[in-house]
């Protein structure tokens, strides 16, 4: 199983940059695409579910070329989008089934696979209640068994966790490790913490650029010994600000606590803390300007 995505643009027209020169292959795991608000994460997932076209460059499942041959990858692809509608009037019995016909499944087939479904998602006690009751969470539980119906060997998942309180969330990242396996798991989100504990890799993208494809570890790695506490005057913090990456700052009685990203201490009373994956994923993004002049 591979997904290899070689050199991909997307060009909106305006014109509008959207990915440029996306290249990375993909083997079964989780996968988390990481990256800000308009970073190209929606495009490029609906290029890999075959939706959209690349402006250039093209994606490969097992080889096969994804715009010459479709039907190979669409057969084994489950797919969450991230603006995923649900018919309100409907209980989830009926959608799945619903959505089972429509996708051409063995009725036999798919009636035992939807009672699969339902347990699986957790979904069993409120299965014939119409899904326009539902909190945000008991939908995207929707959504998640509908994207299994066909026991896909891609699976996309675009923002699950928008909407989400926080128990929910957690509960959103436990499912989808359980459903890891012998699969290819996308998933998008803005959120570090989504992906830090659950994605064996993360593509961290910014600006329709791949910054970096690395288990999150990989990634911590690289701020070791480069992430400083310090309690700042404001004058203080407009300084460091012009000199080093900030990745948060909190504000307490009378000074600025920053959590600041820099090679050696950037003030006398800074003190070295642990590295995260937030660190990270801010010293990538803010430090990357974009290949603007
Ligand atoms: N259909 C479209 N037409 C024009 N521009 C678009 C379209 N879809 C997305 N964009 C633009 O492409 C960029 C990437 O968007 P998107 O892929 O939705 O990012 P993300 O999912 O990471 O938030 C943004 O600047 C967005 O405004
Ligand atoms: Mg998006």
Same mark, same amino acid.
């Not at 939807?114 to 699986?120: R, T, V």
């Not at 923002?159 to 699969?183: A, K, Q, Y």
């Given at each position: 199983?591979?997904?290899?995505?070689?050199?991909v643009?997307?060009?909106?027209?305006?014109?509008v940059?959207?990915?440029? &020169? =996306?290249?990375?292959? #993909?083997?079964?795991?989780?996968?988390g695409?990481?990256?800000?608000?308009?970073? &190209?994460?929606?495009?490029?997932?609906?290029?890999?579910?075959?939706?959209?076209?690349?402006?250039? &460059?093209?994606?490969?499942?097992?080889?096969?070329?994804?715009?010459?041959?479709?039907?190979?990858l669409?057969? =084994?692809?489950?797919?969450?989008?991230?603006? %995923?509608?649900v018919?309100?009037?409907?209980?989830?019995?009926? %959608?799945?089934?619903?959505?089972?016909?429509?996708?051409?499944?063995?009725?036999?087939?798919?009636?035992?696979?939807?009672?699969?479904?339902?347990?699986?998602?957790?979904?069993?006690?409120?299965?014939?209640?119409?899904?326009?009751? %539902?909190?945000?969470?008991?939908?995207?539980?929707?959504?998640?068994?509908?994207?299994?119906?066909?026991?896909?060997?891609?699976?996309?998942?675009?923002?699950?966790?928008?909407?989400?309180?926080?128990?929910?969330?957690?509960r %959103?990242?436990s499912?989808?490790?359980?459903?890891?396996g012998?699969?290819?798991?996308?998933?998008?989100?803005?959120i570090?913490?989504? =992906?830090?504990?659950?994605?064996?890799?993360i593509?961290?993208?910014?600006? &329709?650029? #791949?910054?970096?494809?690395?288990?999150?570890?990989?990634?911590?790695?690289?701020?070791?010994?480069?992430?400083?506490?310090?309690?700042?005057?404001?004058?203080?913090?407009?300084?460091?600000?012009?000199?080093y990456?900030i990745?948060?700052?909190?504000?307490?009685?009378?000074?600025?606590?920053?959590?600041?990203?820099?090679?050696?201490?950037?003030?006398?009373?800074?003190?070295?803390?642990?590295?995260t994956?937030?660190?990270?994923?801010?010293?990538?993004?803010?430090?990357?300007?974009?290949?603007?002049?």
């Amino acid at each position: 199983m591979e997904l290899r995505i070689a050199g991909v643009d997307k060009i909106y027209r305006g014109p509008v940059t959207a990915l440029r &020169g =996306v290249s990375m292959t #993909l083997h079964p795991g989780v996968i988390g695409l990481l990256g800000p608000n308009g970073a &190209g994460k929606s495009t490029l997932m609906r290029i890999i579910a075959t939706i959209a076209q690349p402006t250039a &460059g093209a994606v490969y499942w097992n080889g096969v070329d994804t715009k010459r041959n479709p039907d190979k990858l669409r057969r =084994v692809l489950g797919y969450l989008p991230q603006d %995923f509608g649900v018919y309100p009037n409907l209980n989830p019995f009926e %959608f799945l089934t619903f959505l089972a016909a429509a996708k051409g499944l063995d009725t036999k087939k798919s009636r035992r696979r939807i009672e699969e479904l339902i347990d699986a998602v957790n979904l069993r006690g409120v299965a014939t209640r119409p899904i326009g009751r %539902f909190s945000g969470g008991m939908r995207q539980r929707v959504g998640i068994a509908q994207a299994l119906l066909n026991d896909p060997e891609l699976l996309i998942v675009d923002e699950p966790t928008v909407g989400l309180d926080p128990e929910e969330r957690i509960r %959103f990242r436990s499912m989808i490790s359980e459903l890891s396996g012998e699969r290819v798991v996308i998933l998008s989100t803005h959120i570090v913490s989504d =992906v830090e504990t659950t994605a064996d890799e993360i593509a961290l993208i910014a600006r &329709g650029c #791949l910054l970096a494809y690395a288990p999150a570890k990989a990634l911590v790695a690289e701020v070791a010994g480069k992430v400083w506490g310090v309690v700042l005057s404001d004058e203080d913090l407009a300084a460091i600000r012009r000199n080093y990456i900030i990745v948060s700052t909190t504000r307490r009685n009378g000074g600025v606590t920053a959590r600041v990203v820099a090679d050696g201490s950037p003030h006398p009373s800074a003190e070295q803390l642990a590295p995260t994956l937030e660190d990270a994923y801010m010293n990538r993004v803010l430090s990357y300007d974009g290949g603007s002049p």
